[in-house]
């Protein structure tokens, strides 16, 4: 680190949230993108519900093999 910082007046902590609650991005290939977004107008859902049932009946199977 270089010396010219000045942490001399610095808060420890002071923007920390424990409670706070980060959302990740989450990349989808074009075509799967595609699909997705074609699906939720027919069905008149946002995108994310239907991503987050499919995820959810995913894990649900994963958890039953496991």
Request: aromatic share 12%; glycine share 4%.
């Amino acid at each position: 680190m270089k010396k010219e910082y000045d942490f001399s007046k610095g808060v420890r902590g002071k923007f920390y949230h424990p409670d706070a609650q980060l959302n990740l991005p989450i990349y989808l290939d074009s075509d799967v993108a595609e699909f997705i977004h074609k699906y939720a107008r027919e069905k008149n859902i946002e995108t994310e519900k239907i991503v987050n049932e499919w995820l959810r009946k995913d894990i649900a199977m994963i958890r039953s093999i496991l």
